[in-house]
């Protein structure tokens, strides 16, 4: 199957802190998707992306269509204790089957 | 709306036996998913249907069957399960394709010993 590296695998911040989490792959993608997953529950979509280049922003949050359509970037700002849990992008080129990455986990100390 | 609903929330099996994973969605997304979720893994898909009467397979469908006979419910079926089945289960729904904003349902965590 597809392979969606994500990077880092965890990060511990202080709160106010930004965040920057990116993630690649081996294949071309048409939409990338990113995802909040917090313990316990199913993941929570966040920010879509249609087109290469495209920046997309969604409150603190601020997503990137890489250019070569083989990779995607999260940006959190000022962080705050609720953006604690994990972080999945996902590709796709059919829109009916998604590929996910291994996640980023987001540790923020008060 | 409940949204997406799964049941059971936890199982245990032996090896061998069968079960159904039941999930239903009360938004008439004509998209629905199942996907498992292993540690240190992301979501694995498993199988997909775009309506109802059709499905197709995901990226890990091997030992599981899946039907879609309403639009609101998509059960996962593990005919003989094995110890490689452990892992959270995820059904999914979107109003069109899985690439608008899939709601996922709480989960259902399976153990098979």
């Known amino acids: 199957g597809q392979q969606l590296n994500q990077s880092p695998q965890s990060m511990f911040i202080q709160e106010g802190e930004d965040v920057s989490m990116n993630c690649t792959s081996s294949?071309?993608?048409?939409?990338w998707l990113w995802y909040k997953q917090d313990p316990g529950e199913g993941p929570v979509l966040l920010i879509a992306l249609y087109k290469a280049g495209e920046l997309t922003s969604n409150g603190r949050l601020t997503a990137q269509f890489g250019i070569t359509r083989k990779d995607s970037f999260l940006n959190i700002s000022a962080s705050i204790p609720s953006d604690v849990g994990i972080y999945f992008c996902?590709?796709?080129?059919?829109?009916?089957?998604?590929?996910f990455g291994t996640g980023t986990s987001l540790t923020v100390i008060p | 709306n409940a949204g997406v609903t799964q049941t059971p929330k936890f199982q245990v099996l032996k090896t061998g036996q069968s079960m159904t994973l039941q999930c239903a969605q009360d938004m008439n997304h004509e998209y629905m998913s199942w996907y498992r979720q292993d540690p240190g893994m992301g979501l694995r898909l498993i199988h997909y249907?775009?309506?109802?009467?059709?499905?197709d397979q995901g990226e890990v469908p091997n030992g599981y069957n899946v039907s879609r006979s309403t639009t609101e419910d998509f059960p996962l079926r593990l005919l003989s399960a094995a110890p490689s089945q452990t892992s959270v289960y995820f059904c999914?729904?979107?109003?069109?394709?899985?690439?608008?904003?899939?709601?996922f349902g709480p989960g259902t965590r399976l153990t098979v010993t």
């Open positions: 249907s775009v309506g109802a009467g059709i499905t």
């Open positions: 996902a590709g796709s080129n059919t829109g009916n089957q998604f590929y």
């Open positions: 999914a729904s979107s109003p069109m394709g899985g690439a608008y904003e899939q709601y």
């Open positions: 294949s071309i993608f048409n939409t």
